[in-house]
């Protein structure tokens, strides 16, 4: 044994001998992870997390989140000589005066692009592989969590150097909680601590954003992680692995090793965008002042859709009883991101109610071999894009030479027609697909060579493809559709039926597929 | 395309592929190999650290230096951002270089096990619930329930009491500015009064209520932000024949000058784009339009209503005075507000 090892044996032994913790260690350790690329975003999130942490926590020692105003008199040259808050002031302090100070701005801000990035594309990626099924709704719905969190956590954050830029978007901010019925006015006020900018909003966001959100995503997150460890990661469908076991490197020393260093990687990245990559330049914005604006006013991407939402509203509002209701602001703003955000939450639920399905899944689909999920992923993807290229639309506007009125018209009208026919196309794509998978295991792979049989035709050469490739492209479950009596065993008519009816419809189109091939198929082909 | 079933016969697992070995797992060189690549992904780790510290002592701030492509960059900046990617970026490397090509790897079978109980543990569990809610004899207690549900129901109010003193009640300050009758533009920034004989035709100026003098001890009161938000009126001039208004609002311009609250209707952005061959103004925010020869009507986008119109005539000594306040609350829409 050398001495490394006996100090290591020697700190467990302390430790075991307190708290009886080898037992659970031993079995923690042993615990296996599948791997495949997609498996690393959940990682990103949660290493761009930590470095939101460790940046924010420095910035924190010189920002000073106050509205009070001051004179700048700062290195800045441009600016010196003007009433501004605080905040930022504090702000240009921190990017010209601290050193590192800018680039840890940089590294902060990147890093919260990265992570709303890495958590949409997690969150893609366990729907469309129906990661989300029994046993592992909770997890889904931890997740939904932490992205509308993280969007809030966003908002907040860019608000807080009270730039000309992030002013505009408080105003808005305030304008969208003003416009909720009967108490929106005094929310409004309650919050901002006064009429509009207030003098309190940005030292209560801070609080939110440094203490209060980053506390709530430490307990979320903690949670998220343990359930993943004790529920087991799921794997995708192959030779050896099945509902029962999970195939995969353990803990030590590979794993670990590879995510540690994944970890440095993320983090390393991040620095050097931050180093060459200019992002939220607060300095040639201005300071907030409500009667200004910088035209081509833009949110961080993650709210842009939202944004975008809001821009193609039409004009209405509701005029009544001296009371105002402004549904150009309330349904983009509040009602359209509620609802998909609920349905989101709900979608689990909703497709094992549709497929009847209530058995545990811990074998990964392939989007294809389940085209109604995937359609209906990929229509709330066309329905969100479509609402980020028109939060962009003056920007387009000016950079492809068109009107601001096309484009609105193009977002007004594809915003309904568009999604749908995503729907379609993809549903057609996943078949089309799995035809593809068919024809692959019957026939094998096009090789591309020609060869000229005896009758004189040419033909082209097909490989076969190996036994485990065939087993992987036809492992999965092709579901059946549920069949619902409406009328129960004892010949009454049932209750609901109008609800059994979609049931059926649902679930019939849920189970549309190419049948995938079967043994007795193989065998009768490999008899010619 | 059909539904089908699965009571067919699947192709049958042919179980995992054959484990291949590495190179370094076989070959004394490669691994030798393997062994120094890794210790140069750690030792440029190292560089990247040094750089950092180089930069941080001996790179003055005001030292800018061309990088083709980027163009004039801060030197500190750069060299502290490129070192701190470095040095974290090939501590990553090499880790994963290093658990790629050299650490044992096997791979593990887990075998999982169903989360739900055993139903003996289930019923227990079940029986263990209802004897304990039994046990609080709830139903039997009327008295009890119905008292604890009201001190439950009080008890959720002071919470929200307690935040209360956040800020002031709104009482009238959406439905006020700072615009009185006879109050002067004054032009944003400077603050100096306006002749209407000194605006041209097609000129555009944003105006600020003259703040009076007498401040307590005589002195320049300040504007508060929050007056900032609500007072800005933009103030246009065209050619009166180019009006197409209601007598009304004919009778609220001055020769052809028209003032209109510049915080847009829709969400109260500064609505700062004026098109001089459209005569129409633009919100940079969501793209609402307003159209000014015909009262600021909203010609496109999600505003509804038109931005306010600010009464407006000069004094005796020709300076632009406000008539009258504005005759409805500026800014965006609010439940009570009433927009009849
Ligand atoms: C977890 C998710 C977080 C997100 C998405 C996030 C996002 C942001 C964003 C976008 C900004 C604007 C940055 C800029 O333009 O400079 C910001 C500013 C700031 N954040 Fe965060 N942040 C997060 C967590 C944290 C944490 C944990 C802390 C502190 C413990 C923190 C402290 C700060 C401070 C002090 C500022 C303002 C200073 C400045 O802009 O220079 N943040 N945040
Ligand atoms: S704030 Fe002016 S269009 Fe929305």
């Not at chain 1, 791997?35 to 460790?54: A, P, Q, T």
């Not at chain 1, 990661?233 to 260093?261: D, R, S």
Request: glycine share 8%.
């Amino acid at each position: 044994m050398t001495t490394a090892e006996k100090r290591v044996g020697a700190i467990a032994n302390f430790v075991d001998e307190r708290t009886g913790a080898a037992g659970w260690v031993k079995k923690s350790l042993n615990k296996v992870f599948p791997d495949h690329w997609s498996f690393m975003l959940g990682e990103v999130c949660m290493y761009s997390f930590i470095i939101l942490l460790l940046s924010g926590t420095f910035l924190t020692l010189w920002f000073d989140p106050s509205q009070r105003e001051v004179i700048y008199d700062g290195v800045y040259e441009p600016l010196q000589g003007l009433k501004m808050s605080a905040a930022y002031a504090s702000t240009l302090d921190i990017s010209f005066e601290i050193r590192g100070g800018l680039l840890m701005r940089q590294i902060h801000h990147w890093s919260a692009n990265i992570f709303m990035a890495a958590i949409v594309a997690h969150l893609l990626r366990v729907f469309f592989t129906g990661a989300f099924r029994k046993p592992r709704e909770f997890n889904w719905i931890l997740g939904i969590i932490l992205v509308t969190l993280g969007l809030v956590e966003g908002l907040f954050g860019y608000s807080l150097p009270d730039d000309l830029l992030s002013g505009t978007g408080l105003r808005i901010t305030s304008a969208i909680i003003q416009a909720i019925p009967l108490v929106g006015t005094y929310i409004t006020f309650f919050l901002f601590g006064g009429a509009f900018p207030g003098v309190g909003f940005i030292p209560r966001i801070f609080t939110l954003h440094v203490l209060l959100i980053p506390g709530i995503f430490l307990a979320v997150i903690t949670i998220h992680v343990m359930l993943v460890w004790y529920q087991k990661h799921t794997q995708f469908a192959g030779p050896g692995k099945t509902e029962k076991n999970v195939v995969g490197h353990p803990i030590l020393p590979v794993y670990m090793a590879k995510a540690g260093g994944f970890f440095f990687i993320v983090f390393g990245v991040t620095a050097f965008l931050s180093a060459v990559a200019s992002i939220n330049p607060i300095w040639l914005y201005g300071p907030y002042t409500p009667g200004q604006i910088s035209a081509g006013s833009q949110p961080d991407w993650y709210m842009g859709w939202l944004d975008g939402l809001v821009r193609m509203a039409p004009p209405w509002e509701t005029h009544a009883f001296g009371h105002t209701v402004s549904w150009n602001i309330l349904i983009p703003a509040l009602i359209v991101p509620g609802i998909l955000f609920t349905g989101m939450a709900l979608y689990p639920f909703i497709e094992s109610w549709i497929t009847g399905d209530k058995r545990e899944h811990h074998l990964l689909d392939r989007p294809r071999n389940v085209p109604n999920r995937t359609a209906l992923g990929v229509m709330s993807i066309t329905f969100v894009m479509i609402s980020l290229i028109n939060g962009g639309n003056d920007i387009l506007a000016t950079a492809f030479d068109l009107s601001i009125n096309q484009i609105m018209w193009f977002s007004r009208i594809s915003i309904f027609v568009l999604p749908p026919l995503a729907f379609v196309i993809t549903k057609r794509l996943c078949l089309s697909l799995q035809r593809a998978d068919r024809e692959l295991v019957l026939h094998g792979k096009e090789t591309g060579r020609l060869v000229r049989m005896p009758s004189g035709e040419f033909v082209e050469v097909h490989e076969p493809i190996s036994e485990q490739k065939r087993f992987i492209l036809t492992s999965h479950e092709q579901p059946t559709p549920l069949v619902l009596e409406d009328i129960d065993s004892r010949g009454v008519r049932r209750a609901g039926t109008l609800k059994n009816k979609l049931r059926v419809r649902l679930s019939k189109a849920h189970a549309v597929a190419i049948p995938k091939v079967t043994a007795q198929e193989l065998k009768e082909i490999e008899h010619h | 395309m059909r539904t089908v079933s699965n009571e067919i016969e699947s192709i049958k697992d042919p179980g995992p592929a054959p484990h291949v070995l590495r190179a370094a797992d076989v070959n004394p060189r490669s691994e030798k190999r393997a062994e120094q690549q890794v210790a140069i992904l750690f030792a440029l780790s190292g560089v990247g650290s040094l750089l950092l510290i180089y930069s941080y002592v001996f790179i003055a701030n005001d030292v800018f230096i061309f990088i083709p492509v980027m163009g004039n960059q801060h030197a500190q900046q750069l060299g502290l951002g490129i070192g701190m990617a470095m040095s974290l970026f090939f501590l990553g490397m090499a880790a994963i270089h290093w658990a790629k090509t050299l650490m044992s790897e096997t791979e593990v079978v887990n075998h999982r096990h169903e989360f739900r109980s055993s139903d003996e543990d289930r019923e227990d569990f079940i029986k263990t619930v209802k004897e304990g809610v039994a046990g609080v004899q709830l139903g039997r207690r009327k008295l009890i329930k119905r008292s604890m549900a009201a001190s439950i129901g009080l008890f959720a109010l002071p919470p929200v009491l307690l935040l209360r003193d956040l800020g002031p009640l709104p009482k009238k300050q959406l439905e006020t500015t700072n615009w009185k009758s006879g109050t002067r533009l004054v032009t944003d920034p400077g603050d100096r009064p306006i002749l209407a004989s000194d605006l041209e035709v097609g000129s555009v100026v944003q105006v600020l209520p003259a703040i009076a003098e007498s401040g307590e001890k005589g002195e320049h009161p300040e504007r508060l932000l929050s007056d900032i938000a609500k007072d800005p009126v933009l103030l246009i001039r065209l050619r009166p024949e180019d009006f197409n208004l209601t007598p009304e609002k004919l009778a609220m311009t001055h020769e052809g000058i028209i003032a209109f609250s510049k915080i847009c209707s829709h969400m109260g952005c500064a609505v700062a784009l004026y098109e001089q061959t459209t005569k129409h103004l633009l919100c940079p925010c969501h793209q609402s339009t307003f159209d000014v020869t015909r009262g600021a009507k909203v010609i496109f986008g999600p505003a509804a209503r038109p931005l306010p119109q600010l009464d407006i005539t000069i004094d005796a000594e020709g300076y632009l005075i406000a008539r009258a306040p504005f005759s409805e609350s500026v800014g965006p829409s609010y439940w009570e507000r009433n927009s009849q």
